[in-house]
């Protein structure tokens, strides 16, 4: 092709996707005459917090600062955060965590934790569902799959790595107004079409040429939830194991199997967990395909050395990592979180529920993590992670600090 030929096809290209990205916006009945949404943060007295205890006694906690700041720490001077109605320099969310590290080192009382904070930091409380501060509380955790490098038997289920032809349109860079907001697909001809949903990827598969297998599993189930979660480690058959890491997804929006059980009748609300879903399609796999392919949504991993991996980019640390939405939270950040957590007996089961408050970093996102109203606490692994996982769907509230200059 000519550079005039070539140069044409990128006009046409260009003037087509502005085209459709406008008329999605309308489509979408996104404006500026929207109403707003709840405020992420508010500023808050910091007096407020009352005197508490850090249910963990700061296990894990100058880890999970560490791994805030690597982060921070290649941002460029110039990044801002905001914090409600502030808007603080990333030096600033520096110093509050190389700051509050050293406090901590101390192992204060819960009487001194709350004095320095009230005195030290302003404090800022995430606006909640609907701006009164209420936040809900899900949970994930890092799955085992056991897998094979090749298909074979009941190992034929794939996991793949990002598509060689998936496209990720950033709208932001077209209508400033959508700043944050992308789109993705694949390129027909000159245009830009959806990419295969979860039920066509199922039942067609993705050719090897655009999507290389990461390893082979012997559990579709297993496979979905690995989807929800965004990391696992896969053990093979030849005694090695992978860390599987969320890359991307296929652009669809995600919904809720247990939502999809629950409206059926074939699962209570109140005894909907990932555990109970689980049960259910063991006892029903006849229906695991059309169950599973409710949610178009798919997700493309990639290999790490370390895992699990958070959006950061950084690893994860059990019980101090938390997935909030990206486009409104401030990266690497300290937070509070006060909820509830499950108390287990002797053989596994949930005895009760126990209210707790924690320090945390907000060093992941998530797909279903929209708004200033969702919070996702990450529990690590093993049985006590799985379970305190699959049911948590508790309210509670959302601190944020930075030190005072």
Known sequence: MTKGGLARRSQSSAVWLATVLILWSCAQGIGPEDAPPPPAMVAVDGRALQVFDDDLAYAGLAAAIDESLAYLRTRPATARYHFGPDEHPVSDVIETLTHFKAFVGQRPSGAQLAHHLAEEYHVYRAGGRDGGGEVLFTGYYEPFLKGSRTPRGAFRHPIYGRPSDLMTVDVGRFRT????????????????????????IEAEGLPAAVAPVLAWVNDPVALFFLHIQGSGRVYLDDGSFLNVHYHTTNGHPYRSIGKLLIDQGKISREAMSMQAIRDYLTRHPQEVPAVLNTNPSYVFFKLVKRGPLGYLNRPLTPGRSLALDRRIFPPGALVLVKTQKPLMTADGRIARWQPFTRLMLNQDTGGAIEGPGRADLFWGNGPYAEIAAGHLKHTGELYFFVRKQ
Do not use: I, K, N
């Open 177 to 200: 107004q959508h700043t944050g907001l992308e789109l993705r697909g694949r390129l027909s001809g000159l245009e830009l079409v959806p990419y295969a949903d979860r039920a066509r």
